[in-house]
T-cell receptor
Framework: DVKVTQSSRYLVKRTGEKVFLECVQD?????MFWYRQDPGLGLRLIYF???????EKGDIPEGYSVSREKKERFSLILESASTNQTSMYLC?????????????FGPGTRLTVT | RKEVEQDPGPFNVPEGATVAFNCTYS??????FFWYRQDCRKEPKLLMS???SGNEDGRFTAQLNRASQYISLLIRDSKLSDSATYLC??????????????FGRGTQLTVWP
């Protein structure tokens, strides 16, 4: 059974804290993604990675960074959390390339910044 | 212009109704198309891929019109369990973004008894 797991389902942090969101996949996928999802705005891509140590900015990278030291793990870092980063964060993985490969999502982390 | 545009709804239909969702995409070079389903407070999951000739999976039919850059999803004989948000998704085949999917904002469906 394919699996994408995220380190926390719910997280509450204070403004200015450094926040780490961890994602692990067990499907040996090359591509991994971090999204945030907000009501009315849909899924927005923050960063993605198509290989170890490789990363590309998505549509809303400001205020975030990522790390991919191992193929199975992709971390999202909020250097200094702000209240406007309160959101649902979803990690996903997919085999590289086009075609009809399915993208698998983790269960999400609901982050609240107070 | 957004890569994928779809009507957010909401669509509220009775059980047994037929409902159709549409979306348009902007990149004419896109090659792969999908519908994902997202239940409330859950992650999105693949519902079905969309093939050029159209395809059917039980009560669900997906169609692709490349000339108009238009994708549709038809649900027949709606069930209560079909209540969810349906996401139109397109694969980008451009350069380093190879394998990135573009998601529409989703269309919300509620089926009532």
């Amino acid at each position: 059974d394919v699996k994408v797991t995220q380190s926390s389902r719910y997280l509450v942090k204070r403004t200015g804290e450094k926040v780490f969101l961890e994602c692990v996949q067990d499907m040996d996928h090359e591509n991994m993604f971090w999204y945030r999802q907000d009501p009315g705005l849909g899924l927005r891509l923050i960063y993605f990675s198509y290989d170890v140590k490789m990363k590309e900015k998505g549509d809303i990278p400001e205020g975030y960074s990522v790390s991919r030291e191992k193929k199975e793990r992709f971390s999202l870092i909020l250097e200094s959390a702000s209240t406007n980063q309160t959101s649902m964060y979803l990690c996903a993985s997919r085999e590289r390339g086009g075609g009809t490969y399915e993208q698998y999502f983790g269960p999400g982390t609901r982050l609240t910044v107070t | 212009r957004k890569e994928v545009e779809q009507d957010p709804g909401p669509f509220n239909v009775p059980e047994g109704a037929t409902v159709a969702f549409n979306c348009t995409y902007s990149n004419s070079a896109s090659q792969s198309f999908f519908w994902y389903r997202q239940d409330c407070r859950k992650e999105p999951k693949l519902l079905m891929s969309v093939y050029s000739s159209g395809n059917e999976d039980g009560r669900f039919t997906a169609q692709l019109n490349r000339a108009s850059q238009y994708i549709s999803l038809l649900i027949r004989d709606s069930k209560l369990s079909d209540s969810a948000t349906y996401l139109c998704v397109v694969n980008s085949d451009r350069g380093s973004t190879l394998g990135r999917l573009y998601f529409g904002r989703g269309t919300q469906l509620t089926v009532w008894p």
